[in-house]
């Protein structure tokens, strides 16, 4: 008879395996040196998640867990100005230590153009944020059904996060944050 499954011990592997992809990122990765690097072996990385897609799966959702908790914890509060709270959540979001969730986020939806087979999750990643971004800027929506606002102000979040992140050119995509804020709010 086998040995039971323990829970505890796949947790910490998932906790130790989402630290090693947001450190060096999915392009690549194989069982052996990830095992290596979490002092256990492939088989038992197999044994505890099935195969290296569910891990892969499941390092992502414990990526995106990781990052909707932090974001809920700094969303700004609701009665400052439009463009403190856009600018309180970019500079939270593109703050020097979520690096890897970013560089993660765009590695993920990069490779889901090419193989969206890889990565079922991926539009339920992008829509998750909807209900914060919608509530945090309700007062600049056209009402309680507005997809549209909170989908314009992520996107261009994103947009500037990815240009930030290619260019490193950190007082151009604030000025631009800045003058989006500006005119959400008109």
């Known amino acids: 008879m086998g040995r039971p499954a323990d829970p505890a011990r796949r947790e910490r592997t998932l906790a130790q395996a989402t630290?090693?992809?947001?450190?060096?990122?999915?392009?690549?990765?194989?069982?052996?040196?990830?095992?290596?690097?979490?002092?256990?072996?492939?088989?038992?990385?197999?044994?505890?998640f099935g195969s290296k897609q569910e891990l892969v799966a499941a390092v992502l959702a414990e990526a995106r867990r990781r990052g909707a908790?932090?974001?809920?914890?700094?969303?700004?509060?609701?009665?400052?100005?439009?463009?403190?709270?856009?600018?309180g959540i970019w500079e939270w979001i593109s703050a020097d230590e979520r690096a890897p969730f970013v560089r993660l986020f765009f590695e993920v939806h990069a490779d889901g153009l090419v193989h969206p087979e890889n990565?079922?999750?991926?539009?339920?990643?992008?829509?998750?944020?909807?209900?914060?971004?919608?509530?945090?800027?309700?007062?600049?929506?056209?009402?309680?059904?507005?997809?549209?606002?909170?989908?314009?102000?992520?996107?261009v979040v994103r947009g500037l996060l990815f240009d930030l992140t290619a260019t490193g050119d950190r007082h151009r995509t604030d000025r631009a944050l800045d003058r989006f804020a500006e005119l959400l709010n008109q």
Not at 20 to 44: F, I, K, Q, W
Not at 69 to 87: C, D, F, M, N, Y
Not at 140 to 149: A, H, I, L, M, R
């Open 119 to 155: 990565y079922p999750d991926q539009g339920e990643a992008i829509t998750d944020w909807f209900d914060t971004v919608g509530a945090t800027f309700r007062d600049v929506s056209t009402g309680p059904d507005d997809t549209v606002t909170s989908t314009l102000v992520m996107a």
């Open 69 to 87: 908790v932090r974001l809920a914890e700094h969303i700004p509060p609701k009665t400052g100005s439009v463009q403190e709270r856009l600018r």
């Open 19 to 48: 630290d090693y992809v947001l450190a060096h990122g999915l392009a690549g990765l194989s069982l052996r040196p990830l095992a290596e690097a979490l002092d256990t072996s492939p088989r038992m990385l197999l044994y505890d």
